[in-house]
């Protein structure tokens, strides 16, 4: 309404203008022009004037009524929008209003249900206690009964047999230790022949392994070495005249020599790789000679023995330099050297200790550890292997007294101390240098052994602790020489565990082959679980 306003107040002011100057315009020309005509322009202006202001006026009323009439059509308009607005909200609370009051009677007659559902439990509990206490007092009453005919029938026995109840119990306990005392008797003698059977076999065992660490360490090589020859004639010169040339030969060098009718081949036996080697070099370089007696015999074979000695210091060196490790004593330099010509179940002991050296420092650098600590434990952990042939003592105990003779630092030490858990692990270090071991040795192929027969052994390991009462679970580990059973605690108590795993180690000696020894380990967990809350 008031934009409309604004125009007609602005054309009517126009007006009241264009009238003002008009007359200011025929007053100054008033010399020209006379009095009553100017008069007349004036009255003629201003009606002109009053006539615009008029039309001007009119139309601003009836602007202005329009708009009224527009406003108060647009206030109808709004009012009839808040009205249904309110009326569908009211309708929508409504509905909510009754779907809240059906979900209300839906909960008032489950509780109902409940609650009937109650009451019948409460009434066949009810039922059930009145039932129990009529069978308490009949319990009660059969119960006295029982005592009764029990005092009858003890009234009669002891007639019977003469004896009062407590005699009668004097006699029943003196015949149950007479009993005991010949099942004791019984049972003694038993344990004494089953612990001297298995005095026996333990006997048999440490034979057995006594007879490995010499034996099989060895024969699982090649003991044997072959010689080519240029032809047979050179046979019969080895030989010499009434057998002297190859007396004289097996004696300088300590081995076996074989002529047989292989043609143009000699073969050299020895337990010892090194005295072998030594008898091979010699016979080649004599056999190249031509010269065969027994001074030249012993000249050549001296001589071998330096070259062998030197390839000894040298391979050593070489392992030393492969695997990293520094400072070593000449004597440990020349152990090492002669682990090539060492096997264990025909895996190089000197491969085998780089082998394990390697992986050693592998490990420590991830973990952070000293490297060179590991590596050099490593490359000496089998050390007195080269040794058990011709010293007493595990292989163990004899690279623990070299390392220490020849100043190695107490953490190489208990590293082969320590590498078949003869003693405790002081460091990490010890630890790593046993599991590189373990991984050298165990891994397929590594040794001596059909893959076939590795996964045999463990399945049939496996299979014979799964077959027990109360095992949970079987592991076997470390390449089959520990086999760890976990059984249930409710089902195998603390005394079970001793006989159980007896058990399983019999069963495993007597249905399984396989080399050195198996540790049995039997695992019993109790766990009491709970919680706060």
Known sequence: MSSQLIPALLGLLACVVVGVAAFAVGRGSGVKVGRTEELERQRAAKASAEESAQRIRSEAERDAEGLRKSAVVSGKEELLRLRETQEGEVRRRREEVEREERRLQERETQLDRKSETLDQRDRELGRRASELGRREKTVEERQGEVDRLEGEATRRLEELAGLSAQEAKNELM????????????????????????????????????????????HTAETTVSAVSLPNDEMKGR?????????????????????????????????????????????????????????????????????EVDQNILEVGEQAAYE??????????????????????????????????????????????????????????????????????????????????????????VNAIAAHHDDVPHESEISVLVQAADAISGSRPGARREAFETYVKRLEGLERIASSYRGVDRVFAIQAGREVRVVVTPEEVDDVRMTAL?????????????????????????????????
Not at 331 to 358: C, D, F, P
């Open 238 to 306: 080895i030989i010499g005249r009434e057998g002297r040339n190859i007396r004289a030969f097996e004696l300088a060098t300590g081995v076996d020599v074989i002529i047989d009718d292989t043609p143009d081949t000699v073969v050299v036996s020895c337990f010892d790789p090194v005295r072998r080697e030594v008898a091979r070099l010699a016979l080649e370089k004599l056999v190249a000679d031509g010269r065969i007696h027994p001074g030249r015999i012993e000249e050549v074979v001296n001589k071998a023995k330096k």
């Open 501 to 533: 795993s007896e058990e399983i180690a019999r069963r495993i000696e007597a249905e399984l082959q396989y080399p050195g020894q198996i540790k049995v380990v039997v695992i019993r967990e109790t766990r009491a679980v709970d919680f706060a809350r």
């Open 323 to 412: 695997t990293g490790v520094n400072g070593l004593h000449p004597e440990l330099i020349r152990l090492i050297g002669r682990m090539k010509w060492r096997t264990s179940y025909g895996q190089n002991i000197l491969q085998h200790s780089k082998e394990v050296a390697w992986l050693a420092g592998i490990m420590a650098a991830e973990l952070g550890l000293d490297v060179p600590m590991a590596k050099r434990g490593a490359l000496l952990h089998d050390v007195g292997k080269v040794l058990t042939h011709e010293h007493e003592g595990t292989h163990v105990q004899l690279g623990v007294e070299v390392a220490t003779k020849y100043g190695e630092h107490p953490l190489v």
């Open 174 to 217: 003196r015949r149950i230790e007479e009993a005991a005392q010949a099942d004791a008797a019984s049972r003694i003698r038993e344990i004494r022949e089953s612990a001297r059977r298995n005095a026996e076999r333990e006997a048999k065992k440490i034979v057995a392994l006594a007879v490995q660490r010499i034996a099989a360490e």
